[in-house]
């Protein structure tokens, strides 16, 4: 009778304190991105959900975000990079000399660019994958060297200004293909059709979950959590409507975290890089190419630390010796705030692209406010230093 009666009570689902209890890492981060927002909206009088602030928070974010994802995946490989920072300013420094000096046409300078990000970081991971020579050293080696680099490539100087054509790769804007005018109907109805997406998605895991037997989410808490998702993104497209409508930035930032979260959750390559930074000898003995899969995820951090040079050359207008100069410890931060472990085979890149947008709300809001760059820095450590502290007190717990 008392099996019974236990099994009973396994079977049944979990209340929404017990859910959330168990999700903590998961949902914390939504929960404390919508709650510093909140709170800056108040202080700042109604500044930082305005529609300008909105756009210049994906115009301002964007290279970091798009760095989070590559940074995500070498971080759950067991590694780290120190030198996406010097990589981006070189990057751009490269299609400022290209296009601006020598007259190249965007189109061939931009491939080009993205070619060179990968064959830095095809030349930084074949030192850390087939010499086992730790990314710490070689990428703090790399940081050094490309930014010299940099120097090297600009003698010292800023170059610009460039095409417009290249400017629009930051500061472009989608057109309305339907209508003309204010609400911009391409945005709204992008907002609207993401929105339903994201519910018939949920539904959709919550029937496969269910056939395969698998306890979900309260029927309450999944209710509560997709309507928030889904009035937030209507919200943003429809402020976004109102003012210039889609930044290309943000179509390129969702179009990458799409696709790097179908290849980290339901490709056998993102479950091998998982395996890798859980335990490499095992993933090793299981038959995965673990220095080939290192490698590769260096390259991938390359091309997208490139992709990112580009993208803060254009928004800037020029490129200077000192671009990207610190940027390693935002994207870094980005990546542990948002649930990454130091120790690999942990994270997620919702939780890495959410943490980007806690770092970005954070330097946003404290600028509104007028706190000195000093106060900023300090804030920041604490907030990564809190994030670090969190991820551990879990593992300790759960041990």
């Not at 700042?44 to 970091?64: D, E, P, V």
């Not at 580009?310 to 990207?324: C, D, E, Q, V």
């Not at 806690?358 to 820095?377: E, F, R, T, W």
Request: proline letters at 3%.
């Amino acid at each position: 009778m008392e099996l019974a009666e236990t099994k009973t009570q396994e079977n049944q689902p979990a209340g929404i304190g017990q859910y959330l209890l168990g999700h903590l890492r998961e949902f914390g981060l939504l929960f404390a991105l919508i709650a510093i927002m909140g709170f800056f909206q108040v202080v700042t009088g109604g500044t930082m959900l305005k529609a300008i602030n909105i756009t210049n928070l994906f115009l301002q974010n964007s290279y970091i975000i798009i760095m989070a994802l590559g940074m995500l995946m070498v971080i759950v490989a067991g590694h780290i990079d120190l030198s996406v920072g010097s990589v981006m300013g070189f990057v751009g420094a490269l299609a400022a000399v290209m296009i601006v000096n020598w007259d190249w046409p965007m189109y061939t300078a931009v491939p080009i660019c993205l070619i060179a990000g990968g064959l830095i970081g095809a030349w930084q991971g074949y030192w850390v994958a087939y010499w086992k020579i730790p990314s710490f050293i070689v990428t703090l080696a790399g940081m050094l060297v490309f930014r010299g680099m940099s120097l090297w490539l600009l003698e010292g100087q800023s170059v610009g200004p460039f095409p417009r054509e290249f400017q629009a790769l930051s500061t472009g804007f989608v057109p309305d293909l339907i209508g003309s005018g204010k609400p911009n109907v391409t945005a709204l109805g992008t907002g609207i059709i993401a929105a339903v997406l994201v519910v018939w998605m949920g539904l959709r895991g919550r029937a496969r979950d269910r056939q395969y037997g698998i306890e979900g989410e309260p029927v309450l808490f999944f209710a509560i959590r997709n309507a928030i998702v889904a009035g937030a993104l209507i919200f943003v497209t429809y402020k976004l409507a109102n003012f210039r409508g889609l930044p290309n930035v943000l179509i390129s930032m969702v179009v990458l975290t799409v696709v790097y979260t179908f290849v980290t959750e339901n490709t056998v390559l993102g479950r091998r890089v998982y395996a890798l930074g859980g335990n490499e000898k095992a993933a090793k003995l299981s038959g995965i190419k673990t220095e080939r899969l290192a490698f590769l995820t260096f390259v991938n951090m390359g091309v997208l630390a490139a992709l990112a040079g580009l993208i803060f050359a254009a928004r800037l207008n020029t490129a200077t010796p000192k671009a990207g100069f610190a940027v390693e410890l935002d994207v870094i931060a980005a990546v542990f705030i948002g649930g990454a472990s130091m120790s690999g085979g942990v994270g997620k890149i919702v939780g890495a692209v959410t943490g980007a947008f806690i770092m970005g709300v954070l330097n946003n809001g404290m600028s509104i406010m007028g706190i000195g760059i000093d106060y900023q820095q300090i804030i920041k450590g604490l907030v990564l230093l809190a994030a670090v502290f969190f991820d551990v007190y879990n593992k300790t717990k759960q041990g």
